[in-house]
Structure formats: C-alpha cells, structure tokens
C-alpha cells in the first residue's frame, strides 16, 4: 500500500522538480501538460483488474508496451510534443521503477 502512494505521488513530483529545474521562472505549464500525461493510465480499463498492485503495467498495457514507448521518444523530436513526450517518458520510467521494486 505504502508503494502505490509513494508511486502516485512521485508521478506528480518528479514532473514538478523537472519544471521547476528546467524552466525556472515559466514552470506552470510545463508542469501541468507532463503531470497529465498520467492519462495513459486510461489503458488499465481494459485489464482486469484494472488495478492489481502485484502486476507490473511496462509491457502489460497498451500504452505502457515497448513500441508506445519509442513512439514516446520519437515525439522529443518534434518541438511541440517535447513537454509531452518528456512526461510520457517520466510516467514510463517511474512505472519501471515501480516494477523493479516489486521484485
């Protein structure tokens, strides 16, 4: 229990502190368009559960699955989807992490 919250809140924390670092004084919007990006967890509707803290969602979700993620890389290139793009791909890692400290 005490991981699915720290791992909530680290899915807005972590965009914050990358805002805040990267953008300085012009952080709002960035932060707010990467802490959205929590939106792709919309594909655990079609898991069942939909919520099992057992279960690893990097590679189990449709938007948590290795060519969504170089999908998400892709998107760095273009200069409008880079705040996007970056918040899809914190989201990916702090997802990962979660699976590594499951096991």
Not at 6 to 32: D, T
């Amino acid at each position: 229990m005490e991981r699915t919250i720290l791992h909530m809140i680290l899915h807005f924390f972590v965009p914050f502190a990358v805002a805040k670092i990267v953008w300085q004084n012009k952080w709002i919007s960035p932060f707010f368009i990467m802490a959205l990006t929590i939106a792709v967890d919309l594909d655990h509707l079609f898991s069942d559960p939909i919520f099992d803290s057992t279960r690893c969602g990097i590679g189990v979700h449709i938007l948590h699955t290795w060519p969504a993620i170089v999908v998400y890389l892709g998107f760095l290139f273009s200069p409008h989807l880079r705040i996007f793009s970056l918040g899809l791909l914190i989201h990916m890692g702090l997802d990962g992490v979660d699976c590594l400290w499951m096991h």
